[in-house]
């Protein structure tokens, strides 16, 4: 099919407003209505108004009695979520770097850096280093200012001083050049059985919390890592629909609670969206 050029013009919010009502979305206060789009921006607000758009009929009106409200209501619903999910997966991330931390020191001392039996071969071990330099020097923490300023060798923090520069996604990255024993001892930590599952979920929860610190939607979201299945003595996790948030929020809470933290972000999300009528709960992943 021939692609066409992109030839829409410049909308101001009261003309979105004015489109909007257009369609039939009940907008009792326009100047409102268009104040409120000027502060969230449109396009962000633009996958809640297609949400209730009638797609099938001509013309693609509003299904009837849909407020502005309902969709300001769907907005603040999605970020309730995302702000009580982001704190679980930071906590998790937390818990992660210091077993990480504590997995390599406790075996390979205080700086693990060079040894290779501390990862899966020479090249891992290389790449990690290089990450962990990369951290290091772009650092601007008064401790690694610290360090630099007092110790001449070895040329790296310890281990369990450079894990607090380092970023979800690095973490996620060096965690997969470790070696095998590294890496379950740490994944038995968050009563993962296998590394490889445990990696696999970390990647997930890595995405899941790059999502809420970018102030992107779940509302309506198919997560394209999905948690794979660890079997269990009492059942298979995760036991939601895949690809949606409650599968990986499974995961999550189970992860957190082996680690001894007590959470149950599964039931603080459903909590969120039970006072939020306007949204559908399969719209939130449940």
Not at 26 to 54: C, M
Not at 62 to 75: C, E, H, M, Q, V
Not at 77 to 105: P, T, Y
Not at 257 to 262: E, L, N, Q, Y
Request: hydrophobic residues 40%; glycine residues 4%; contains cysteine.
């Amino acid at each position: 099919m021939a692609l066409i050029p992109y030839t829409k013009p410049h909308a101001t919010p009261t003309q979105r407003v004015a489109h909007l009502r257009a369609k039939g979305l009940i907008v009792p206060k326009p100047n409102v209505a268009a104040k409120k789009i000027e502060l969230i921006g449109y396009e962000r607000l633009r996958i809640y108004f297609l949400s209730r758009r009638q797609v099938t009929v001509a013309g693609k009106p509003f299904a009837p009695n849909t407020s502005y409200k309902d969709i300001i209501r769907l907005y603040e619903c999605d970020l309730k979520i995302r702000e009580a999910v982001f704190v679980a997966v930071g906590q998790f991330e937390l818990l992660l770097r210091n077993s990480m931390s504590e997995a390599l020191s406790t075996v390979h001392g205080s700086h693990p850096y060079s040894n290779v039996a501390a990862f899966k071969n020479s090249e891992a071990r290389l790449e990690s280093y290089r990450m962990f330099v990369d951290v290091y020097h772009k650092s601007k923490d008064g401790r690694a200012r610290h360090y630099r300023d007092r110790y001449g060798e070895p040329t790296l923090p310890p281990i369990w001083q450079i894990k607090e520069f380092i970023t979800f996604g690095t973490a996620s990255r060096i965690l997969k050049t470790l070696s095998g024993h590294s890496r379950t001892a740490i994944a038995h930590d968050f009563g993962v059985p296998k590394d490889t599952i445990f990696t696999q979920w970390v990647e997930c929860m890595v995405d899941l919390r790059n999502i809420c610190a970018h102030h992107d939607r779940l509302f309506n979201r198919n997560f394209q890592k999905q948690p794979v299945t660890l079997t269990k003595a009492t059942g298979n996790l995760p036991t939601a629909q895949p690809k949606k948030l409650k599968a990986i929020l499974q995961c999550l809470d189970y992860m957190l609670a082996k680690r001894g933290v007590k959470s149950d972000t599964v039931a603080e999300v459903a909590a969120i969206i039970a006072r939020y009528p306007e949204m559908v709960p399969p719209e939130a992943g449940y």
